[in-house]
T-cell receptor, first 117, second 111 residues
Framework: NAGVMQNPRHLVRRRGQEARLRCSPM?????VYWYRQLPEEGLKFMVY????????ESGMPKERFSAEFPKEGPSILRIQQVVRGDSAAYFC???????????????FGPGTRLTVL | AQKITQTQPGMFVQEKEAVTLDCTYD???????LFWYKQPSSGEMIFLIY??????QNATEGRYSLNFQKARKSANLVISASQLGDSAMYFC????????FGAGTRLTVKP
């Protein structure tokens, strides 16, 4: 099964620590998207990446958050010096083609649930 | 900017009956895609159905169909013959330059 994979599924961090969330897109997909979901809310777009490029980071907080999608390996969403407000589910999605201005479907991973103590 | 609205925070339906989940959107772009996703209690996001803004016919996928009314900017999801396993959160999303999700509707199917 070559679905979108995310790990870890659950991550607990103390305030001030770093959180690293990983996403491997579906086979044949080179476009990756990260979303954040707060409890009882919809998903909020954070960042869109292609291999080695950030295409759109308009939804990313200006500080402490960064994302990358290296030539080899998974996409990484990195949160430095986590605070309690970062507690949320973080979803990664991938698509075969760019969905900017197009209508290609994004397929989602199972999400990483981050809890900041 | 594009905006998407789901006005029903919660819906109940009797098993085996049909249910309609509302979704309205606002965009000035002529080309866009509309999506519905299901999120069960386990948390994953499951793609259900897609409608392109230029599609002439309403999309259907098994028991799911999309009632697309372009002039009214609505894209309601119809689930026929509801099953207990349909109980979940349902999110409508619009995609043009980025994907925007509605707040979701929690559907509960009663036996």
């Amino acid at each position: 099964n070559a679905g979108v994979m995310q790990n870890p599924r659950h991550l607990v961090r103390r305030r001030g620590q770093e959180a690293r969330l990983r996403c491997s897109p579906m086979k044949g997909h080179s476009h990756v998207y990260w979303y954040r979901q707060l409890p009882e809310e919809g998903l909020k777009f954070m960042v869109y990446l292609q291999k080695e490029n950030i295409i759109d980071e308009s939804g990313m907080p200006k500080e402490r958050f960064s994302a990358e999608f290296p030539k080899e390996g998974p996409s990484i969403l990195r949160i430095q010096q986590v605070v309690r407000g970062d507690s949320a589910a973080y979803f990664c999605a991938s698509s075969r083609r760019s969905t900017k201005g197009r209508t290609d479907t994004q397929y989602f991973g199972p999400g990483t649930r981050l809890t900041v103590l | 900017a594009q905006k998407i609205t789901q006005t029903q925070p919660g819906m109940f339906v009797q098993e085996k009956e049909a249910v309609t989940l509302d979704c309205t959107y606002d965009t000035s772009d002529p080309s866009y895609g509309l999506f519905w996703y299901k999120q069960p209690s386990s948390g994953e996001m499951i793609f259900l159905i897609y409608q392109g803004s230029y599609d002439q016919q309403n999309a259907t996928e098994g028991r799911y169909s999309l009632n697309f009314q372009k002039a009214r900017k609505s894209a309601n999801l119809v689930i026929s013959a509801s099953q207990l396993g349909d109980s979940a959160m349902y999110f409508c999303a619009i995609n043009n330059n980025d994907m925007r999700f509605g707040a979701g509707t929690r559907l509960t199917v009663k036996p």
